[in-house]
C-alpha cells in the first residue's frame, strides 16, 4: 500500500487529454512538499517527468502538465500519442515517516 | 551528457551480503548528491537511501536502516551501496540518481540503467 495514492491504470485514445491523480495526506503533498513525477517506458529506468510540482525539465514537450492543490496533484498528458505508453509515478516526501514517498504507478496505455 | 553505471548485482542467498556501484560520467560527480532507489519485479518504485556531496549528510529508508551502507568515493566518480542480511524481498533492480538538492532528498533528474539483485537460495 503506497502513501501516495495512483490509480493503477489510465487509457485514451490518440491525440486525446489524460490526467493521472497522485493523493497523498497531510503528511505529505498537504504538508506543502513539492511532487514531481516520472514516466517509465518499458524495460528501461525512470526518467524525470515534471519537477516542484508544475516544472518540465528541457527535452520534455508542453504536452506534459503538473499541477498541485491540497493533498493532491496531477499529470496531464494532452494529444496523446503511442510513444507516451508508460507508467508513470509521482514523488514527494513524508513527514511522519521521514522518507521518499513514491506513488503505486499509473500504467497509460494509448488505445 | 550525464551518465551512471550500475553494477555489481546477482544472485546471493538470503543472508548473504552484496555491494552494488555505480560510475559517474558527465558531470562533476562530488558536487551533487546521489541516491539509491529499487523496483522490485512488477511492482513500484521505492527510495532506499541518499548521500551527499562530500558524505556529511546521509539518510536511510526505513526499510532498508541498519543493513544497507551508502557511501562514495568522489575520486573514482562512483557510488555504492553495502547490502547485508539479505532477505528474498530484496530482490529488486537497483537504480543509481542523481539528486538536485545539496541537503535531502529532492528530485531524481537522471538514472542509471538498473543492475538487478536476486535473493535466493
Known amino acids: 500500500q503506497s502513501v501516495l495514492t495512483q490509480p493503477p491504470s489510465v487509457s485514451g485514445a490518440p491525440g486525446q487529454r489524460v490526467t493521472i491523480s497522485c493523493t497523498g495526506s497531510?503528511?505529505?503533498?498537504?504538508?506543502?512538499?513539492?511532487v514531481h513525477w516520472y514516466q517509465q517506458l518499458p524495460g528501461t529506468a525512470p526518467q524525470l517527468l515534471i519537477y516542484?510540482?508544475?516544472n518540465r525539465p528541457s527535452g520534455v514537450p508542453d504536452r506534459f502538465s503538473g499541477s498541485k492543490s491540497g493533498t493532491s496533484a496531477s499529470l496531464a498528458i494532452t494529444g496523446l500519442q503511442a510513444e507516451d505508453e508508460a507508467d508513470y509515478y509521482c514523488?514527494?516526501?513524508?513527514?511522519?515517516?521521514?522518507?521518499?514517498?513514491f506513488g503505486g504507478g499509473t500504467k497509460l496505455t494509448v488505445l | 551528457e550525464v551518465q551512471l553505471v550500475e553494477s555489481g548485482g546477482g544472485l546471493v542467498q538470503p543472508g548473504g551480503s552484496l555491494r552494488l556501484s555505480c560510475e559517474a560520467s558527465?558531470?562533476?560527480?562530488?558536487?551533487?548528491?546521489v541516491n539509491w532507489v529499487r523496483q522490485a519485479p512488477g511492482k513500484g518504485l521505492e527510495w532506499l537511501s541518499y548521500?551527499?556531496?562530500?558524505?556529511?549528510?546521509?539518510y536511510y529508508a526505513g526499510s532498508v536502516q541498519g543493513r544497507f551502507i551508502i557511501s562514495r568515493d568522489n575520486t573514482k566518480n562512483s557510488l555504492y551501496l553495502q547490502m547485508n542480511s539479505l532477505r528474498a524481498e530484496d530482490t529488486a533492480v537497483y537504480y543509481c540518481?542523481?539528486?538536485?538538492?545539496?541537503?535531502?532528498?529532492?528530485?531524481?533528474?537522471?538514472w542509471g540503467q538498473g543492475t538487478l539483485v536476486t535473493v535466493s537460495s
Open positions: 497531510s503528511s505529505n503533498i498537504g504538508s506543502g512538499y513539492d
Open positions: 516542484g510540482n508544475a
Open positions: 548521500i551527499s556531496g562530500i558524505s556529511n549528510i546521509i
Open positions: 558527465g558531470f562533476t560527480f562530488s558536487t551533487y548528491s
Open positions: 514523488q514527494s516526501y513524508d513527514t511522519s515517516l521521514s522518507d521518499v514517498v
Open positions: 540518481a542523481r539528486d538536485r538538492d545539496s541537503y535531502s532528498p529532492y528530485y531524481f533528474d537522471s
